[in-house]
């Protein structure tokens, strides 16, 4: 008898063979709720894990939620390849299951296995030398959206503040930022809930591929067809996302700003723009003086007044007019958009002026149809239909970060706002483009400010936060809540320790040599990096943020939850070199050995997701506190984030009290204390396990009313997810300014469009026109299209990137599972007129390389590919490449000189906005066969 034969078990016992080992798979013990908290965005994605004999058995997607807006599908069932093969993590080869020291020289790999004991007594020594030989600011944690989840970052920040350390910040270590988002509406924050993609009749997938990066999010997408909806993909690829859209527009790498600018020429020219949304909730029709191509201001116009008030030219009076600054509504005023106009000044001098737009329409002769074409690679004709596409649909422009590490990403996303603008698109459903968000998790966000557990303390935070904002505004009565707010993060950014990391990678991380080469910059930088740099700290545009200074480089790094030698444009040769030999201590507290930690000094392992209790960050893209909790005991020696920082909070105490070391001055003359930092971390010793913290969090926010009155951690056991009812205070959830509803899928902006309430730039309006010095020496204060800088040398091919479909950034790049869903090793992408001509074929061996460095991996070659360009879906481990070599080596990391700039309206940093910012794409490379 075959085996084929012997497998199915007819008579046989049904308590034996291949049917009951079926049911035993479908048996358990208990069940937890859990997602995966990494840095997923927007993630959230509810999953039910089982357990049997205290092991994780399987997991697999909740599908619990309901539907939000009648007519709308639901989220269901959310989830991914990476979250279903989450458990095969928790045992693979890569987990770091004891604490590790260095045993060798670092990067040798060579450790020893010791206590934690040992471990944090050699960090605590090293933190306090640090300390005591340097100052507090030579503790460094450099940032990430940790792999702990909400808790790990939040938790060792509070020990991190303690000491007086230095924090950089994470929207720029990451780059998921969007400049020219924040230069329009001054704030990144917008995010629609993802069911309202629904509502498009135009989906326009920008700079983003979400067929690979919104797996459980792209069916609304697909569904916007119910209404009749299309799908545009506008990329230089035929990328994955194309395979499933209407049309797919092919444009040169880094060109999309001529492509906007050529829809938008046409929909001026064929008079399709939407006149009152124009002018009421942007600046285009703001006056600008023709001599100095700055705004018109009431200083000059009138001798005195304010700075930020402007005018229009009121076409029913034939003069100025005052812009209200308290609402987009014009009121009576009848704003022209066109013509240019005699104004007297107060000293008597008579200028010209002319309405933004005016100025707009006269730069727009140069993107016509045929010219945008001639720049982008567009058809002429695919420019017009879709820009009256645009006009006269619902536009849902799905941008994701990929704009942004673009040179000359700022004037591409500038330029999609203004087709917005022009057309009408944002603020109402199905409309707007988009960036991230958090928020809404109120009581772990204010939790840092507490000094004791409890509601009663909760409440006197809020109040005292409300108090400061009360005080903020009297200073300006015209501000808005939302303005408010952010000035509140702008104060405390400067009397913080989280600094934008640009100064740390220009002082001490050796990319100082390569900003400065002027052959890689945009030629409007004139002197070049460094003078530039002079300039804006000599200005106060930092407002003494620009450390840690060049003579006081860190000593003591902790990296937390990230992976910096992997993730930072510029590649470990390069900080290794230049940042590795200053520190005397290398922290990496982490579930697995990635390339950072294989060059640390000591290793600490963590419990992964279903090992311990944590939350996924809360976003307005899914609207729920999703709980993640504690399924089974963590393995080995691993231990919860929570009680990690607990101990060494401990064992610092203990060391300092040993020293005699308590109380010390930071660089700003602050005292700090190192007998309280237990008592703080834990709220006087109540807050003293992860189920206590994730109760008083649940239970401050609901105080708060942002989650139904009464949730706690035990109607989050009950339920898994529970959906926010209120925005809340903390800033980045202000900034959707728009009503949250129970039943209506969420659309930002819609306080601007449908209340009037303005926006938080220098004008109060959308603003498409900075009149900054260095913008208007730069010829940027419009929209316009610059070609990409030759990064990287003069080499004829050009790189980009995206996430592979296989990652959530690292996390999962060695896992076995999802290796055997592609190749299992990296792999480059090449057009076979690109690979023809260097005598390259399938899975050859290929080099990449530049003027920096190179690296090898294997060859992909599809016709999806652009002849120029070279795709590296991004996400490996360098380990996983030849001489650790990886693509970060041949990507300069150049930020844009203009991201300096400052000092003006609504271009000043705060958390996690307005700063330079790393660049990795369209980067000058050739291709060998290796
Ligand atoms: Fe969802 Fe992220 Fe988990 Fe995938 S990894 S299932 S997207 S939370």
Redesign the pocket.
């Known amino acids: 008898m075959s085996k084929r034969s012997e497998a199915p078990d007819a008579g046989a016992s049904p308590s034996s063979g291949p049917s009951q080992r079926y049911r035993e798979k479908w048996n358990w013990d208990t069940t937890a709720w859990a ?2 908290c ?1 840095n ?1 965005y927007p ?3 509810q ?1 039910r894990v089982y357990v049997k004999d205290g092991k994780i058995v399987r997991e697999e ?1 909740a599908g619990t939620y309901m539907p939000v807006e009648a007519g709308v599908p639901d989220m269901n069932p ?7 093969a ?1 458990s095969q993590m928790l045992g693979s080869p890569e987990r770091v299951l004891y604490p590790l020291k260095r045993a060798g020289e670092r990067g040798e790999g060579k450790w020893t296995r010791v206590s934690w004991d040992e471990a944090l007594s050699d960090i605590a020594d090293a933190t306090l030398d640090a300390i005591q030989e340097s100052g507090p600011e030579s503790i460094l944690q450099v940032s990430t959206p940790n792999e702990g989840g909400l808790m790990a970052g939040m938790l060792f920040g509070r020990v991190i503040e303690k000491l007086g350390g230095m924090t950089t910040d994470v929207n720029a270590d990451i780059n998921d930022f969007n400049p020219g988002l924040y230069m329009t509406y001054g704030k990144v924050n917008s995010a629609s809930s993802v069911d309202d993609w629904f509502h498009a009749e135009l989906t326009l997938v920008w700079h983003r591929n979400p067929v690979y990066t919104a ?2 999010w792209y069916h609304f997408v697909l569904e916007s067809r119910y209404n009749g909806g299309e799908i545009v993909v506008i990329a230089p690829d035929y990328s994955p996302s194309a395979i499933h859209s209407d049309y797919h527009v092919a444009v040169e790498p880094g060109s999309d700003a001529a492509l906007a600018l050529g829809m938008c020429q046409v929909i001026i020219e064929e008079g399709l723009y939407d006149g009152k949304f124009v002018r009421e909730q942007t600046d285009l029709a703001l006056l600008v003086r023709a001599d100095t191509r700055r705004f018109l201001r009431q200083p000059e116009l009138t001798g005195a007044g304010r700075d930020d008030q402007f005018y229009a030219f009121d076409a029913r009076t034939g003069g100025v007019a005052e812009v209200p600054r308290t609402t987009l509504d014009l009121g009576e005023i009848e704003a022209a958009l066109e013509g240019r106009f005699e104004v007297t000044l107060a000293d008597g001098s008579v200028v010209e002026v002319a309405p933004v737009f005016q100025f707009l329409k006269d730069e727009l002769a140069d993107y016509t149809p045929e010219k945008a074409a001639a720049i982008c690679g567009a058809d002429a004709e695919m420019i017009r239909s879709l820009a009256r596409k645009v006009a006269t649909r619902r536009t849902n422009l799905l941008l994701g970060f990929n704009a942004g590490k673009y040179y000359h990403g700022d004037l591409i996303e500038r330029s999609m706002c203004l087709l917005l603008g022009l057309t009408g698109n944002w603020g109402k459903k199905g409309t707007g483009t988009r960036s991230w968000s958090v928020g809404m998790f109120d009581g772990a966000y204010l939790y840092s400010m507490k000094e004791k557990a409890g509601r009663e303390e909760a409440l006197r935070v809020l109040a005292m936060r409300d108090m400061i904002a009360a005080g903020v505004k009297m200073q300006d009565p015209t501000m808005t809540d939302e303005m408010t707010s952010f000035e509140l993060m702008r104060m405390s950014a400067a009397m913080g320790n989280t600094v934008p990391p640009a100064f740390l990678w220009y002082y001490h991380c050796g990319y100082a040599e390569r900003w400065n080469k002027p052959e890689w910059n945009d030629p409007a930088i004139g002197d070049g990096f460094d003078s530039r740099m002079q300039e804006a700290i000599s200005k106060g545009w930092w407002q003494g943020l620009n450390r840690p200074g060049p003579d006081a480089p860190p000593k003591v790094m902790f990296e937390i939850g990230g992976n910096f030698l992997r993730r930072m444009r510029g590649g470990q040769e390069l900080l290794l070199e230049n940042f590795w030999p200053k520190l005397n201590m290398i922290v990496t507290v982490d579930w697995r050995m990635h390339t950072t930690g294989m060059y640390s000094d000591i290793v600490l392992p963590v419990a992964l997701s279903y090992e311990k209790l944590t939350f ?1 960050i809360p976003t307005p893209d899914i609207l729920n506190l999703t709980l993640s909790d504690a399924a089974a005991d963590p393995p080995g020696e691993t231990k919860p984030e929570f009680e990690i920082f607990h101990l060494l909070a401990q064992k610092i105490e203990e060391r300092a009290a040993a020293r005699g070391f308590v109380e010390y001055r930071d660089s700003r003359g602050a005292t700090r204390r190192l007998d309280n930092l237990v008592s703080s971390y834990t709220l006087g010793g109540e807050i003293n396990t992860p189920e206590k913290l994730a109760d008083e969090w649940i239970q401050d926010t609901a105080t708060f009313g942002n989650l139904p009155e009464g949730t706690d951690l035990q109607t989050m056991r009950e339920q898994g997810s529970v959906r926010f009812t209120n925005w809340g205070a903390v800033p980045f959830a202000v900034a959707q300014a728009s009503d949250l509803e129970p039943d209506s899928t969420h659309n930002p902006f819609r306080w601007h469009t449908e209340k009037n309430m303005p926006y938080p730039t220098l004008t109060r309006r959308a603003q498409f026109y900075i009149d900054h010095d260095w913008f208007v020496e730069a010829g940027e204060q419009l929209p316009v299209h610059k070609p990409n800088p030759q990064q990287g040398g003069d080499h004829p091919l050009v790189m980009t990137s995206g996430h592979a479909r296989s990652t ?1 950034h690292t996390t999962n790049a060695v896992n076995l599972m999802m290796m055997q869903t592609h190749r299992g090793e990296p792999s480059v992408m090449l057009s076979p007129a690109d690979a023809q001509g260097r005598n390259i074929g399938p899975d050859d061996k290929v080099c990449v390389f530049n003027d920096l460095s190179e690296f090898v991996c294997a060859a992909k070659i599809s016709p999806a590919v652009r002849p120029g360009q070279v795709i590296m879906y991004n996400g490996w481990e360098p380990y996983q490449f030849d001489e650790w070599k990886d693509p970060s080596s041949i990507e300069p990391g150049m930020v844009k000189w203009l991201h300096l700039a400052g000092g003006y309206g609504h271009m000043r940093y705060w958390l996690m906005q307005c700063q330079p910012i790393p660049i990795d794409r369209g980067i000058a490379v050739d291709v060998v066969k290796a």
Do not use: F, L, R
């Open positions: 997602s995966h990494i997923c993630g959230n994605c999953y997607q959310m989830g991914c390849q990476k979250g279903n989450w797996i459980p996924h959530v």
